[in-house]
């Protein structure tokens, strides 16, 4: 331990700042939240979602079918409340879900789509979240966010 005016400091939160200065604390949150997310969200959906990153207050959230997608907007509101309830997910206040490789466990979904995903850019997710992030109602913004990303992902497919 290390004293400093008079006080000793914790171990985890001398971790915690060197982890803030060196830059890897969303990656360090990122981890904490996959690590208890399938005692959020349950076994079933933990099969198919798998947390893809954490950016301020928000979690980043791939889903192996678009169909799942939807389901998981539907609850979004739901498994923000269990999140909240660990330590690791009291900061996070939204979730953005988006269909992305499951790095082999889509396979386990018994619900498949017959299209490619095909994952955001980076300024794409940007550019929904600052559309959808105007609307004031969290249904219609979700509902907005999820037509956003049906639009891109439409894109896509055509230029491919």
């Known amino acids: 331990m290390t004293k400093k005016e008079g006080r000793f400091i914790r171990l985890g939160e001398i971790l915690e700042?060197?982890?803030?200065?060196?830059?890897?604390?969303?990656?360090?949150?990122?981890?904490?939240?996959?690590?208890?997310?399938?005692q959020v969200v349950g076994g079933p959906i933990a099969a198919i979602s798998q947390v893809a990153g954490v950016k301020g207050?928000?979690?980043?959230?791939?889903?192996?079918?678009?169909?799942?997608?939807?389901?998981?907007?539907?609850l979004q509101d739901q498994i923000l409340e269990k999140?909240?309830?660990?330590?690791?997910?009291?900061?996070?206040?939204?979730?953005?879900?988006?269909?992305?490789n499951m790095d082999g466990e889509a396979a386990a979904s018994?619900?498949?789509?017959?299209?490619?995903?095909?994952?955001?850019?980076?300024?794409?997710?940007?550019?929904?979240?600052?559309?959808?992030?105007?609307?004031?109602?969290?249904e219609t913004a979700n509902l907005i966010r999820g037509l956003l990303v049906k639009g891109y992902s439409v894109v896509r497919r055509g230029k491919q």
Do not use: M
């Open 83 to 100: 999140l909240r309830g660990f330590p690791e997910g009291e900061k996070i206040s939204r979730l953005f879900f988006r269909v992305g």
């Open 110 to 138: 018994p619900v498949r789509s017959s299209r490619p995903a095909f994952p955001l850019t980076a300024g794409e997710i940007q550019e929904i979240e600052s559309l959808s992030g105007q609307i004031s109602d969290p």
């Open 57 to 74: 207050q928000t979690l980043f959230v791939e889903v192996s079918d678009p169909i799942w997608l939807q389901e998981l907007h539907f």
């Open 17 to 38: 700042n060197s982890c803030s200065r060196l830059g890897v604390d969303q990656d360090l949150r990122q981890y904490k939240i996959q690590k208890v997310w399938s």
